[in-house]
Nanobody
Framework: QVQLVESGGGLVQPGGSLRLSCAAS????????MGWFRQAPGKEREFVAT????????RYADSVKGRFTISRDTAKNTVYLQMNSLKPEDTAVYYC????????????????WGQGTQVTVSS
C-alpha cells in the first residue's frame, strides 16, 4: 500500500511559479513510478508528467513541456512538480499518483492516488 499526500497548491498570477509536493508512505518508494495528473472543471483528468524510480526518466505532456519539471527525492519519499510560467489554462486540481509500471501511469491508470491540491492561475 502507498499513501500519497499533495501540498503546495494555491492562487498565483499568470507568469508565476508554484512547486507542488507529494509525500509518499512506504519503504519501497524508489521502486514506484510517480506521476502528476490534473483535472480542470468540466474536463477529463489528464496526464501532466511522470518520473521513473530507476534512472529518474521523465516524460511530460506537450502542454507543459519546457515549463514544468518533475523530480523526486528518494531520501524524503517525495516527488515534486515545479511549475513555471503558469497560464490560466493550468488551473486545475493536481493529483499525485503512483504505480510500479511506467505504461500504466502513462495510460492514466495508476493504482494509487492522492487527494489532490487546487492550483488557480488568475490575475
Amino acid at each position: 500500500q502507498v499513501q500519497l499526500v499533495e501540498s503546495g497548491g494555491g492562487l498565483v498570477q499568470p507568469g508565476g511559479s508554484l512547486r507542488l509536493s507529494c509525500a509518499a508512505s512506504g519503504r519501497t518508494f524508489s521502486t514506484y513510478v510517480m506521476g502528476w495528473f490534473r483535472q480542470a472543471p468540466g474536463k477529463e483528468r489528464e496526464f501532466v508528467a511522470t518520473i521513473t524510480g530507476s534512472f529518474a526518466v521523465t516524460r511530460y505532456a506537450d502542454s507543459v513541456k519546457g515549463r514544468f519539471t518533475i523530480s523526486r527525492d528518494t531520501a524524503k519519499n517525495t516527488v515534486y512538480l515545479q511549475m513555471n510560467s503558469l497560464k490560466p489554462e493550468d488551473t486545475a486540481v493536481y493529483y499525485c499518483a503512483a504505480d510500479t509500471d511506467f505504461r500504466t501511469v502513462l495510460a492514466g491508470n495508476p493504482d494509487y492516488w492522492g487527494q489532490g491540491t487546487q492550483v488557480t492561475v488568475s490575475s
